[in-house]
């Protein structure tokens, strides 16, 4: 379906107009479309794009004269390989950050989704970094016919940003892409643009408030005395990008704080991970204020002693191993975020039957998703073949979001110095669009979903 915008443009949602996954939103313009975001379908979200959406393009792109990536999460570029297979030969276009990203992203995709060997993968991954166009955020850059494209940082995860576009007549198109939540310690708080005659706006927490960064804090410490009082594992299901940063920043300052450098051992088991982080450490000049004062009274937030990484399988498989026949208290963070694959699941299945375990979940959970099972408090869930029970402490600590939530939401739009003449909610379930929705339109301004 397509949705008017003005006289120059109109927009069709491929995906990401009512799911919270498999963002791909097609612009027309009269240069042609410009496509934003190319992402994969999750959880019960596949049933949105019809057979196979979880991989497949299934429209045209013959008109298609370039793609916009608003960051490297999955679910805003996971079907990039197919798009190219599908014969999109155009520019692609997304900050430095990001264009160093996308290949580590889509290199994981490639080996779980489709089995390909090493040199399989990089033949796509050489063809994906020919076409990539690293940008500078703020500077605006012609896209043709007197339309200009610029991005700006959002604060969502390392490069993360929303689009701007200029239209002939002046009048500017604003995509959200993943807002950041506010007052994060890693990466500054996104600004709202100077103008967005019209905003496409993610709406993901859009009924919802998180905790504060102090108030997760104090959570994480509570946390950390069950786990050195009954030996037990604290087991973080974290996205590689993002998520993870974010929590291994909040654990070293813990542990400085506490002086527990030899009792709680932290483990990073995500090859992925350990790869995003390191791009995070070369893309200091990104991060916040306070995450630079660290590194000036030599704090090393993303690389400390104490945070072991786990190199292989066999390494990960003893250590499951380990912790399962054992008193030893540890915080293990493994992806995948939404526990739908990856290492965290041997975890699951090894260490959730034991109620001296807890399980942080500090990330959305899509509907249809095993996390989304034991979030809500399932007392047996299915891995594989196997039924396992759910006896560990279940916690969900939404300061470690890096979405948006209702005020931030807000916030960013009220902040733009000039109403939007409508504002498109996006990226949303049902009743987070219409809860939001209500509060722009108390703002005075206009909605469309």
């Given at each position: 379906m397509t949705t008017t915008i003005c006289e120059l443009a109109s927009v069709i949602?491929?995906?990401?107009?009512?799911?919270?996954?498999?963002?791909?939103?097609?612009?027309?313009?009269?240069?042609?479309?410009?496509?934003?975001?190319?992402?994969?379908?999750?959880?019960?979200?596949?049933?949105?794009?019809?057979?196979?959406?979880?991989?497949?393009?299934?429209?045209?792109?013959?008109?298609?004269?370039?793609?916009?990536?608003?960051?490297?999460?999955?679910?805003?570029?996971?079907?990039?390989?197919?798009?190219?297979?599908?014969?999109?030969k155009g520019s692609i276009?997304?900050?430095?950050?990001?264009?160093?990203?996308?290949?580590?992203?889509?290199?994981?995709?490639?080996?779980?989704?489709?089995?390909?060997?090493?040199?399989?993968?990089?033949?796509?991954?050489?063809?994906?970094?020919?076409?990539?166009?690293?940008?500078?955020?703020?500077?605006w850059l012609?896209?043709?016919?007197?339309?200009?494209?610029?991005?700006?940082?959002?604060?969502?995860?390392?490069?993360?940003?929303?689009?701007?576009?200029?239209?002939?007549?002046?009048?500017?198109?604003?995509f959200s892409g993943d807002l950041g939540p506010s007052n994060t310690p890693l990466l500054p708080d996104p600004k709202s643009p100077k103008q967005a005659d019209y905003l496409f706006i993610e709406s993901t927490y859009g009924n919802k408030q998180h905790e504060d960064v102090s108030t997760r804090t104090a959570r994480l410490n509570h946390i950390i005395d069950h786990a050195l009082k009954d030996g037990g594992v604290i087991l973080?299901?974290?996205?590689?990008?993002?998520?993870?940063?974010?929590?291994?920043?909040?654990?070293?300052?813990?542990?400085?704080?506490?002086?527990?450098?030899?009792?709680?051992?932290?483990?990073?088991?995500?090859?992925?991970?350990?790869?995003?982080?390191k791009t995070y450490r070369r893309f200091k000049k990104l991060w916040s204020t306070e995450a630079k004062n660290k590194l000036n009274h030599q704090r090393h937030p993303l690389s400390f002693e104490q945070c072991i990484t786990v190199d292989n399988h066999r390494e990960h498989q003893a250590l499951v191993n380990r912790l399962a026949s054992t008193d030893e208290p540890a915080i293990v963070v493994a992806a995948s975020g939404m526990c739908e694959g990856g290492r965290i699941v041997n975890y699951l299945e090894a260490l959730l039957p034991d109620e001296k375990n807890d399980v942080l979940f500090a990330g959305y959970q899509a509907q249809g998703t095993l996390g989304r099972a034991i979030q809500q408090g399932d007392s047996e869930i299915s891995i594989g073949e196997q039924r396992v029970e759910v006896n560990a402490q279940?916690?969900?600590?939404?300061?470690?979001?890096?979405?948006?939530?209702?005020?931030?939401?807000?916030?960013?739009?009220?902040?733009?110095?000039?109403?939007?003449?409508?504002?498109?909610?996006?990226?949303?379930?049902?009743?987070?669009?219409?809860?939001?929705?209500?509060?722009?339109?108390?703002?005075?301004?206009?909605?469309?979903?």
């Open positions: 949602h491929h995906g990401g107009k009512h799911t919270v996954t498999g963002s791909c939103h097609e612009l027309k313009l009269s240069l042609g479309s410009i496509l934003i975001d190319c992402g994969l379908f999750q959880g019960k979200d596949i049933q949105f794009g019809g057979r196979n959406a979880s991989l497949n393009i299934e429209f045209s792109i013959k008109q298609l004269k370039a793609l916009i990536l608003t960051h490297a999460h999955i679910d805003h570029i996971g079907r990039l390989p197919w798009l190219l297979a599908a014969g999109f276009y997304c900050t430095k950050a990001t264009a160093e990203l996308v290949p580590l992203m889509l290199e994981d995709g490639l080996k779980l989704q489709l089995g390909l060997k090493y040199h399989q993968r990089q033949q796509v991954l050489n063809v994906i970094k020919k076409q990539l166009k690293p940008c500078h955020y703020q500077q012609p896209l043709g016919k007197q339309h200009y494209l610029r991005f700006q940082p959002a604060g969502h995860i390392l490069g993360s940003a929303y689009v701007e576009f200029k239209l002939p007549n002046s009048e500017v198109i604003v973080i299901p974290a996205f590689s990008v993002g998520r993870t940063q974010e929590l291994l920043f909040d654990i070293e300052q813990l542990i400085h704080q506490r002086d527990l450098h030899s009792s709680l051992p932290i483990i990073l088991d995500s090859p992925l991970a350990k790869q995003v982080t279940i916690h969900t600590m939404s300061g470690y979001s890096a979405h948006a939530d209702q005020a931030d939401l807000l916030r960013f739009i009220t902040g733009i110095p000039a109403k939007p003449k409508a504002v498109h909610l996006i990226h949303g379930e049902t009743n987070a669009k219409r809860e939001l929705g209500e509060l722009i339109e108390q703002n005075g301004v206009k909605v469309v979903d």
